[in-house]
Protein backbone atom coordinates (compact mmCIF):
# COMPACT_ATOMS: atom_id res chain seq x y z
CA UNK A 1 0.00 0.00 0.00
CA UNK A 2 2.90 2.25 0.78
CA UNK A 3 4.38 2.13 -2.33
CA UNK A 4 1.05 2.40 -4.30
CA UNK A 5 0.48 5.41 -2.52
CA UNK A 6 4.21 6.67 -2.95
CA UNK A 7 3.10 6.56 -7.03
CA UNK A 8 -0.19 8.47 -6.50
CA UNK A 9 1.51 10.97 -4.47
CA UNK A 10 4.38 11.36 -6.88
CA UNK A 11 1.34 11.50 -9.71
CA UNK A 12 -0.51 14.50 -8.19
CA UNK A 13 3.01 16.53 -7.14
CA UNK A 14 2.81 17.15 -11.12
CA UNK A 15 -0.64 19.13 -10.91
CA UNK A 16 -0.70 22.30 -9.56
CA UNK A 17 -3.43 22.74 -6.90
CA UNK A 18 -1.70 20.88 -3.63
CA UNK A 19 -4.38 20.03 -0.87
CA UNK A 20 -4.35 22.91 1.69
CA UNK A 21 -5.22 20.37 5.27
CA UNK A 22 -8.01 22.63 5.59
CA UNK A 23 -10.06 19.56 6.75
CA UNK A 24 -12.83 20.55 4.68
CA UNK A 25 -13.16 17.05 2.73
CA UNK A 26 -13.96 15.67 5.80
CA UNK A 27 -17.05 16.68 6.62
CA UNK A 28 -18.82 14.79 4.27
CA UNK A 29 -22.11 16.22 4.80
CA UNK A 30 -20.51 19.90 4.33
CA UNK A 31 -18.13 19.01 1.49
CA UNK A 32 -21.94 16.62 0.12
CA UNK A 33 -19.79 13.53 -0.79
CA UNK A 34 -19.41 10.24 0.55
CA UNK A 35 -15.73 8.52 0.56
CA UNK A 36 -15.70 4.75 -0.01
CA UNK A 37 -12.73 2.85 0.63
CA UNK A 38 -11.62 -0.74 -0.15
CA UNK A 39 -11.01 -3.57 2.33
CA UNK A 40 -7.14 -2.95 1.36
CA UNK A 41 -7.26 0.55 2.18
CA UNK A 42 -9.30 0.13 5.68
CA UNK A 43 -6.69 -2.40 7.05
CA UNK A 44 -3.76 -0.20 6.30
CA UNK A 45 -5.51 2.44 8.45
CA UNK A 46 -6.69 0.25 11.36
CA UNK A 47 -3.14 -1.81 11.19
CA UNK A 48 -1.90 1.49 12.69
CA UNK A 49 -4.08 3.72 13.84
CA UNK A 50 -7.45 4.00 15.98
CA UNK A 51 -10.30 5.95 16.46
CA UNK A 52 -12.98 6.56 19.55
CA UNK A 53 -16.78 5.21 19.17
CA UNK A 54 -18.54 7.60 16.33
CA UNK A 55 -21.62 9.45 16.96
CA UNK A 56 -24.69 8.03 15.40
CA UNK A 57 -25.54 9.44 11.85
CA UNK A 58 -21.73 11.44 12.32
CA UNK A 59 -20.77 12.36 8.77
CA UNK A 60 -17.44 13.73 9.89
CA UNK A 61 -14.31 11.45 9.81
CA UNK A 62 -13.61 10.12 13.19
CA UNK A 63 -9.88 10.99 12.29
CA UNK A 64 -10.03 14.43 11.92
CA UNK A 65 -8.48 15.81 14.77
CA UNK A 66 -8.27 19.30 15.46
CA UNK A 67 -9.61 19.85 11.77
CA UNK A 68 -6.54 18.35 10.57
CA UNK A 69 -6.21 14.27 9.16
CA UNK A 70 -4.42 12.10 12.03
CA UNK A 71 -3.52 9.99 9.79
CA UNK A 72 -2.89 11.37 6.73
CA UNK A 73 0.46 8.92 6.29
CA UNK A 74 -2.42 6.05 5.35
CA UNK A 75 -5.39 8.27 4.38
CA UNK A 76 -7.53 6.60 1.88
CA UNK A 77 -7.17 7.27 -2.16
CA UNK A 78 -10.30 9.07 -2.28
CA UNK A 79 -8.45 11.20 0.68
CA UNK A 80 -5.86 11.98 -1.61
CA UNK A 81 -7.24 12.79 -4.87
CA UNK A 82 -10.32 14.86 -3.67
CA UNK A 83 -9.17 18.28 -3.10
CA UNK A 84 -7.95 17.98 -6.70
CA UNK A 85 -11.39 17.97 -7.78
CA UNK A 86 -12.00 21.61 -6.66
CA UNK A 87 -9.84 22.61 -9.89
CA UNK A 88 -11.53 22.31 -12.89
CA UNK A 89 -8.50 22.42 -14.88
CA UNK A 90 -7.31 18.94 -13.06
CA UNK A 91 -10.41 17.66 -12.50
CA UNK A 92 -9.76 14.96 -15.16
CA UNK A 93 -6.01 14.46 -14.80
CA UNK A 94 -7.13 13.76 -10.84
CA UNK A 95 -9.97 11.31 -12.13
CA UNK A 96 -7.75 9.47 -14.25
CA UNK A 97 -4.93 9.07 -10.96
CA UNK A 98 -7.96 7.88 -9.88
CA UNK A 99 -9.36 5.31 -11.69
CA UNK A 100 -5.39 3.68 -12.43
CA UNK A 101 -4.75 3.79 -8.95
CA UNK A 102 -8.29 1.51 -8.58
CA UNK A 103 -7.75 -0.82 -10.80
CA UNK A 104 -4.43 -1.33 -8.98
CA UNK A 105 -6.02 -1.42 -5.88
CA UNK A 106 -8.10 -4.17 -7.39
CA UNK A 107 -5.26 -6.18 -8.41
CA UNK A 108 -3.43 -6.24 -5.11
CA UNK A 109 -7.09 -7.26 -3.39
CA UNK A 110 -6.66 -10.58 -5.86
CA UNK A 111 -3.03 -10.77 -5.54
CA UNK A 112 -3.43 -11.19 -1.83
CA UNK A 113 -6.65 -13.05 -2.17
CA UNK A 114 -8.68 -10.01 -0.26
CA UNK A 115 -12.84 -9.55 -0.82
CA UNK A 116 -13.01 -6.65 -2.86
CA UNK A 117 -15.74 -4.67 -1.04
CA UNK A 118 -15.73 -0.79 -1.94
CA UNK A 119 -17.72 0.67 0.88
CA UNK A 120 -18.73 3.83 2.43
CA UNK A 121 -15.37 4.37 4.43
CA UNK A 122 -18.10 5.33 7.66
CA UNK A 123 -19.42 2.17 7.33
CA UNK A 124 -16.32 0.46 7.78
CA UNK A 125 -15.17 2.95 10.62
CA UNK A 126 -18.38 2.12 12.44
CA UNK A 127 -17.79 -1.78 12.20
CA UNK A 128 -14.02 -1.40 13.43
CA UNK A 129 -15.11 1.34 16.08
CA UNK A 130 -18.54 1.06 17.26
CA UNK A 131 -20.77 3.34 18.17
CA UNK A 132 -20.99 6.12 20.94
CA UNK A 133 -23.77 5.70 23.05
CA UNK A 134 -25.84 8.67 23.63
CA UNK A 135 -27.50 8.71 27.09
CA UNK A 136 -31.36 9.21 27.00
Request: hydrophobic share 35%; with cysteine; glycine share 2%.
Amino acid sequence: MADLYENVARELSKLSSPCTSCGFCCHFDAAEHSLYASNLETFYVFDKYQAEPMLPRSEVCPFLVENKCSIRDRRMLGCRTYFRLHNKEERVKAEEIYERTLVALKKLHKKYDVNWDYQNCMNAFEEEFGLEEIAE
